[in-house]
């Protein structure tokens, strides 16, 4: 499938010989959900609003869905594309349903259609209907943040542009609004561009990361990539800062996740089959329990007892995993689908050990003899 996205050597000059973007080439492949992080000021958001034709590009291309962004009609263009930015600006005389079927009405959709499609994606946002009819000032920051998201996917867009959604909210709204918007994602299969300072949110939403300085993309790639084949000395430093440890926070459950476990169906306890593994054990020394949708139930040992274990989720960070292991007693941990509790595998202590030593490997090649 061809990109979403391109960007070609893309420029943009402000007066004053301000080189805001600088020569940047890459691509967004459909269904991506693309972080660009870097330091204040260094073109994250001049970046996204090339993509709208908010800011034009001095020199180079950017081509959307194929074509030119200077080809498209920057209206249409405009209501293609979903954006989110921190202030949503909401319209205050407006009520919910007709803030987020804004667009809609411009185009001259019909009200019957346009009140489904509110229907829709209030549900999408996880709202009551009741909520339609609520007006922005009776609305929290969190939620106004949530009909911003509804009215960016009103037109049904395939790409979704957000600018630092989340900056203004709290710890809690934060972290709520960004398992959201990971469901979502994972629902809608929109590409998304968001520009984050935080990289603890973009680790925890992209699928690639873009790091930023001044004007220039230095590399894309996933946090994997980003952490063991850095293109740039500012990459290693931007993400490992904080030394060997840190990368326990920029880890996550599923970049270890071993997916061959052994499995026996309830109500099949006692079974040959769990027999069979009782007598033939992997040497890890646990059974996992799941229901006939393979939804995690408990974990038992050879003996048949039930374990105290720890779950996670592919998205919990190593340091996190550690800890609920620590807490289970166990030297390894669960890890289900977070909607639905699926089992998807097990993560172990010894991988993430060799995960580490392959980081500390690369580390100390750098050290001198
Ligand atoms: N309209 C403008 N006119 C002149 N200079 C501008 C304009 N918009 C942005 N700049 C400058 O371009 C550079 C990049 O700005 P931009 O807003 O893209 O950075 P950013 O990485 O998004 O920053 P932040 O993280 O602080 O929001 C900055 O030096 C900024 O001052």
């Not at 960007?7 to 940047?24: H, L, Q, S």
């Not at 609305?139 to 790409?159: F, H, T, W, Y």
């Not at 299969?189 to 873009?210: M, N, P």
């Amino acid at each position: 499938m061809p990109p979403v996205v391109v960007f070609r050597e893309v420029t943009k000059t402000y007066p004053g010989n301000i080189r805001a973007v600088d020569g940047v080439s890459f691509e967004l492949e459909e269904g991506e959900f693309l972080c660009l992080i870097g330091p204040s000021g260094c073109g994250k958001t001049t970046l996204l609003k090339m993509v709208n034709r908010l800011v034009e590009p001095s020199s180079g291309s950017v081509y959307v869905e194929g074509k030119e962004v200077m080809e498209w009609d920057p209206i249409e263009l405009r209501r293609r594309i979903g954006y989110v930015i921190q202030q949503i600006g909401l319209f205050p005389h407006l009520n919910v349903e007709e803030n987020i079927t804004y667009v809609l009405s411009i185009m001259g959709v019909p009200y019957p259609v346009r009140r489904e499609k509110a229907r829709e994606l209030l549900d999408i946002i996880g709202f009551e209907e009741s909520y339609l009819r609520r007006f922005p000032r009776e609305l929290s920051g969190g939620e106004k943040q949530r009909v911003g998201v509804a009215r960016a996917l009103a037109s049904d867009p395939k790409i979704v542009l957000m600018d630092e959604p989340f900056g203004a909210l709290d710890q809690i709204s934060k972290e709520q609004l960004q398992n959201e918007l990971l469901r979502l994602h994972r629902r809608l299969g929109k590409t998304i561009l968001f520009v984050t300072h935080d990289l603890q949110e973009a680790i925890k939403l992209s699928t690639r990361i873009g790091i930023m300085k001044k004007g220039r993309v230095l590399q894309v790639g996933t946090v994997q990539e980003l952490l063991f084949s850095p293109a740039d000395p500012f990459v290693e430093e931007f993400l490992g800062a904080k030394g060997f440890f840190h990368t326990l926070h920029l880890l996550t459950a599923s970049e270890v996740l071993e997916e061959s476990v052994p499995v026996v169906r309830e109500g099949r306890v006692g079974s040959p089959e769990e027999n069979f593994l009782s007598r033939h054990p992997d040497g890890r020394g646990f059974v996992l329990v799941v229901d006939e949708k393979k939804r995690f139930l408990g974990a038992k040992n050879e003996s048949g007892e039930v374990l105290r274990c720890a779950t996670v989720t592919p998205f919990t960070p190593l340091e996190e995993v550690l800890r609920a292991m620590f807490v289970s007693g166990q030297t390894w941990a669960v890890v289900v689908d977070p909607e639905g509790g699926k089992l998807l595998g097990v993560v172990d202590f010894r991988s993430i050990c060799s995960r580490l030593k392959a980081y500390c490997g690369r580390e100390s090649e750098k050290m001198p003899s």
